[in-house]
């Protein structure tokens, strides 16, 4: 009888172990969202677009009854307004400005090069013309400035802002029909 043996008995089936589980569970998580990815831009894009066009159908209908036009004028007048701007053109101030600030460990300066931007060549010309004047201006608002709020960034902001509305004073004095558009600074450089 010992010989006899019990036939051995078959390994029981393994559950699957928490790794697989996990890994299964990360690729699922990661389809739900790929597809969400995908499907909210579609949805959204299906809805704002069915309530876009109902809304522009209904903007045209009261433009054309409030003031007595039909829809080839309104149209007309739409695409006037997205005319493309002209190229940018740019004039140097030169040669740089250079403003000195009497501190209590000594005097201090700030250097600095602008160009101005206009869309207009008749523009551009009345900078070159009306130099002097633009650079008297600029000169004493810079000298008239707290030298601490010019090492912020903000500060930098609101004198290049305060340097336009000089210049563009200046130009409108002189009948110049367009304002300079942008003043940038080209370097900037405080001791």
Known sequence: MEDEKAPPTPPAPKAPSQMKLVIVGALLLFVALVGAQVAVPLINGMIAGSHATAAAEGEDEEIVLAEGRDAEAVEEE??????????????????????????????????????????????????????????????????????????????????????????????????????????????????
């Open 78 to 191: 739409e695409a006037e307004e997205e005319e493309p701007l002209a190229p940018a053109l740019y004039a140097p101030l030169d040669p740089p400005f250079v403003v000195s600030f009497e501190q209590a460990g000594g005097a201090r300066y700030v250097q600095m090069t602008l160009q101005a931007m206009a869309r207009s060549e008749e523009t551009v010309e009345a900078v070159k013309q009306h130099s002097p004047a633009i650079r008297n201006a600029i000169l004493f608002l810079v000298s008239g400035y707290d030298l601490d709020l010019l090492t912020t960034q903000a500060g930098k902001e609101q004198l290049r802002k305060d340097l336009l509305v000089a210049a563009n004073e200046i130009l409108a004095k002189n009948g110049s029909e367009e304002p300079i558009e942008e003043l940038f600074f080209t370097s900037l450089v405080i001791q």
